[in-house]
Nanobody, 127 residues
Framework: VQLQASGGGLVQAGGSLRLSCAASGGTFRSYAMGWFRQAPGKEREFVAAIWWSGGYKYYADSVKGRFTISRDGAKNTVYLQMNSLKPEDTAVYHC?????????????????????WGQGTQVTVSS
């Protein structure tokens, strides 16, 4: 399985970006897909997750109401629409895939349960 993240860039506070994560090399219907981010000097942080089957979504409190995760089954792609961006959203964003895909929100927040990771895309929000 390979994950290719893209869509990062430089944006002013209040702006928007859409990240994409293209998945290949597997069958993803039983997977959960997550987005994490890591700022310099900080630990990796859960952002959002979506269960491929059923489309259930889960968000970190820090992004709830501003970010939207979605998936396109035909393209095997997961998106993260980020609106009302803040300087504190600045980080490298990674997508990840969890083969088990169990509906457990505590589990899905944990980076260690994910089996595959993309390379990351930089998001920089200027004030």
């Amino acid at each position: 399985v390979q994950l290719q993240a893209s869509g990062g860039g430089l944006v002013q506070a209040g702006g928007s970006l859409r990240l994409s994560c293209a998945a290949s090399g597997g069958t993803f219907r039983s997977y959960a897909m997550g987005w994490f981010r890591q700022a310099p000097g900080k630990e990796r942080e859960f952002v959002a997750a979506i269960w491929w089957s059923g489309g259930y979504k889960y968000y970190a409190d820090s992004v709830k109401g501003r970010f939207t995760i979605s998936r396109d089954g035909a393209k095997n792609t997961v998106y993260l629409q980020m609106n009302s961006l803040k300087p504190e959203d600045t980080a490298v964003y990674h997508c990840a895939a969890d083969r088990e895909g169990s509906y457990n929100t505590m589990r899905i927040r944990t980076s260690g349960v994910y089996d595959y990771w993309g390379q990351g895309t930089q998001v920089t929000v200027s004030s």
